[in-house]
């Protein structure tokens, strides 16, 4: 069984920054990605950025330039690092491990809240 423990988060200005961590734990097989993926109210969820185990970066083009993503492959952690946060970044973030051929994992969610 995998598990997925996000932490980070909170409330922050606009132009601001956040850092959000997860760690997994359990049986964690490769080939695999570990990434981030949010969903704002009304909407669904989307990519904010992903990793592979073989170290190919993927982000979404509404965070490209603002946030960085980083993967421990020993630790089995993943961060993400969101730099110049706009109002329309607010949304609850997931950590996501998604294991070639098995269902994804989640994390249980963190809210990330921009507002002046």
């Known amino acids: 069984q995998v598990q997925l423990v996000e932490s980070g988060g909170g409330l922050v200005q606009p132009g601001g920054s956040l850092r959000l961590s997860c760690a997994a734990s359990?049986?964690?097989?490769?080939?695999?990605?570990m990434g981030w993926y949010r969903q704002a109210p009304g909407k669904q969820r989307e990519l904010v950025a992903e990793v592979t185990s073989g170290g190919k970066t993927n982000y979404a083009d509404s965070v490209k330039g603002r946030f960085t993503l980083s993967r421990d492959n020993v630790k089995n952690t993943v961060d993400l690092q969101m730099n110049s946060l706009k109002l329309e970044d607010t949304a609850v973030y997931y950590c996501?491990?998604?294991?070639?051929?098995?269902?994804?994992?989640w994390g249980q969610g963190t809210q990330v809240t921009v507002s002046s």
């Open positions: 359990g049986s964690i097989f490769s080939p695999n990605a």
């Open positions: 996501n491990l998604a294991i070639y051929g098995l269902a994804p994992y």
